[in-house]
């Protein structure tokens, strides 16, 4: 795991992203790997925040889920919905290996490491009609802010066809929540 080296570093991707000359703001902040954490420094960076889902099902194809930090999703209902077996998170070493980061780095970005295309990047549709979206920039010691079109520029540059979905379908049932609160 340590020997792979992939295609982009944080400081690769924010060249790139200079030299092609995709608009973003950089911010530096604090690592972060909690959700205080991410709550704290998500209330000084103007924009639509973001979280993401490495997941793996049952016959070990992989998935990048981008959607709005506090977006519910039930995990059973996506995996029918796609008409794929049970979701489970993907491993850290599996992480790496398909996205070239490492737990509380993950971006709809670290797709571009995935040079062999395994690994299906589903973006939420809410998300995608926000004036701007934030994500780390393969490091969780800062976050980028770009138009949900940017994003899908760089995507495209680099032969990436994102699955854009409703995901409001794929929130949990409101008794399961209500349940889960007693």
Do not use: C
Not at 41 to 54: D, E, K, M, W
Not at 125 to 135: I, L, R
């Amino acid at each position: 795991m340590e020997d792979y080296t992939p295609p982009y570093s944080a400081e690769a991707l924010l060249a790139m992203m200079k030299t092609r000359s995709h608009r973003f703001t950089l911010f530096h902040h604090v690592p972060v790997f909690t959700v205080a954490e991410s709550d704290e420094v998500s209330a000084q960076i103007p924009g639509f925040h973001t979280r993401n889902l490495f997941l793996r099902d049952k016959k070990g194809r992989m998935f990048l889920v981008t959607l709005g930090h506090d977006t519910p999703v039930d995990l059973k209902k996506l995996s029918d919905f796609l008409g794929v077996g049970r979701f489970s998170f993907g491993s850290p070493t599996r992480l790496w290996t398909y996205l070239g980061v490492r737990p509380g780095s993950v971006t709809p970005l670290s797709i571009l490491n995935d040079t062999v295309k395994q690994v299906q990047l589903i973006l939420e549709k809410d998300m995608m009609e926000e004036q701007m979206v934030n994500f780390h920039p393969l490091d969780n010691s800062m976050t980028v802010g770009m138009t949900p079109q940017t994003l899908l520029d760089i995507l495209e540059q680099h032969a990436v066809s994102p699955h854009i979905l409703d995901l409001s379908r794929m929130a949990p049932d409101q008794g399961l929540l209500e349940q889960k609160e007693a």
